[in-house]
């Protein structure tokens, strides 16, 4: 009895450019793809979404993918221009904690007390930001929001199918909008810091005309850390309900349906 193998190399093949997008997102997905994850253990849930998703997508590629080596090959540079496009652009939104913890920052009067960020790979960043971003990434799971990356994995297949012309006009229009947004989001978010800092900052320049022989610098940097820590108290489950809300909406671009 002969067995017949000459199926493999097409499903190595489906397997292979699956993976290449697939591995692509993971690596700029947040959430999923933290460089704070252990480099294996993405690599493993790159892996493992590619098998689960293999009986559903392998449909949607060609049969003969192994007899044009180089037909392989520009398949596999579009899976892999597409996974960093669509996962770039999620990832962009992301900055958005980071920027409003930064502005957040100036105003409470530690612009100057950097931290390392363990939710962008351990770079120094505002105590704010880095706290935002954690605060961030704990919220993306305890929403289940994480489901919503793995449905962009699912739809991106759909609305990218594979073999298409990568559409990098729309691609670059999309970043560009979502750069703009990352900076309107984070001034809406910080903006009861900034108020806070204009009404601080303007009382002490009434104080300073009215006593100059105080030392409004050290009475005022005391005072303005602590109402800027209780502000971020106050209003942190705001914050947050308002980013992942938008958080949501930057997925939902990538979602079919």
């Known amino acids: 009895m002969t067995v017949q193998l000459d199926f493999l190399p097409q499903i190595t093949a489906i397997f292979l450019l699956m993976f290449a997008r697939i591995g692509t997102l993971i690596m700029l997905m ?8 252990p480099t294996r253990i993405r690599l493993t849930i790159a892996l493992g979404i590619t ?29 892999m221009i597409i996974g960093f496009a669509v996962g770039l652009c999620i990832r962009l939104f992301t900055t958005t904690l980071q920027t409003a913890g930064v502005i957040m920052a100036n105003q409470s009067g530690l612009a100057f007390a950097f931290g390392a960020d363990l939710a962008n790979g351990g770079q120094q960043g505002t105590l704010f930001g880095n706290y935002l971003s954690m605060v961030g990434i704990a919220m993306v799971f305890a929403t289940d929001s994480h489901y919503l990356v793995i449905a ?31 900076f309107s989001i984070a001034l809406r978010m910080s903006a009861p810091f900034i108020v806070m800092g204009l009404v601080f900052y303007f009382g002490l320049g009434l104080l300073n ?45 990538f979602i079919a349906g």
């Open 30 to 37: 947040p959430a999923l793809g933290e460089t704070s994850i």
């Open 51 to 79: 098998l689960v998703l293999y009986p559903v997508i392998s449909g949607s590629y060609p049969a003969g993918l192994t007899d044009n080596p180089a037909r392989l090959l520009v398949f596999m540079g579009g899976e």
């Open 152 to 182: 962009a994995l699912h739809d991106s297949f759909t609305l990218f199918p594979p073999g298409e012309l990568v559409p990098v006009g729309d691609f670059v229009t999309n970043a560009t909008n979502t750069v703009a947004e990352v």
């Open 209 to 253: 005309k009215l006593m100059p022989q105080m030392q409004i610098f050290f009475i005022a940097m005391p005072v303005n850390i602590a109402i800027g820590f209780f502000l971020l108290m106050v209003l942190l489950s705001t914050l947050m309900a308002f980013y992942l809300d938008h958080f949501e909406g930057a997925l939902g671009k």
